[in-house]
Structure formats: structure tokens, C-alpha cells
């Protein structure tokens, strides 16, 4: 983050089918870019893989670029609801990819409100 001490432009919750894995295909290394590029911009990230798992190097490349990753129990089984409303205000935009991925959270964001999805 160039930004120095200035706090971040937005705080973002970005939700994927599983971490982008940037050295496999074409999908995972988009997605990869768009966190870093986020990241790059100053934006705070959250990333959340729809598939809970933990794969390396994936997820501590994230961590070292400053992405917050969202994963275990207390994000299992609609756990992550409540952990966005806790945060309400705090997240200004979530980010769904793929379709498969924005049918099983877009309703659940919505209730929530106070965020805008892309």
C-alpha cells in the first residue's frame, strides 16, 4: 500500500469459488490480479473462498500481499452473515465472482444491506 498512514479508500469482501490459484489457469491468475491491484490501490481486502479451504502457496502469497482472508469455522454454514453485519459500514463494496459463486451469496447480501455488490 503507497498510501502511508492514510486510511484506506473503500474496505472490500470479495468472494470467490475457491482461492485463486495465479499459476494454474487463465481464471485464477484474473482473479489474483484484481486482488493485488485492489491492494495496490489502497483498498483494505477481505477475500472469502466459497470453498473454506486453505490451499498454500495460494493463501500466504495473499496474506503476504495484505489480503485478510476469511476462512474456518467461524465462516462455515452462514456464519459469514455475521460476520458482515458486524462490519456494517465498515465494508463498502463486495465483489462476487462467477456466477455459481453470486447465486449462493447475492440474496444474503442484499438483506444484509449497506453495501454494494459488484
Known sequence: MSTGDAPPAATLLVIDATLPKFDHDAGGRSSFLYLQILRDMGYEVFFMPNDQLRREPYASVLERMGVKLLMGSGFHCGKWKNW?????GQITHVILHRPNVAKRYLA??????????L
Not at 84 to 88: C, D, E, K, T, V
Not at 108 to 117: F, L, Q, S
Open 108 to 117: 444474503a447480501i442484499r438483506k444484509i444491506g449497506g453495501v454494494k455488490v
Open 84 to 88: 458482515l453485519r458486524g462490519r456494517a
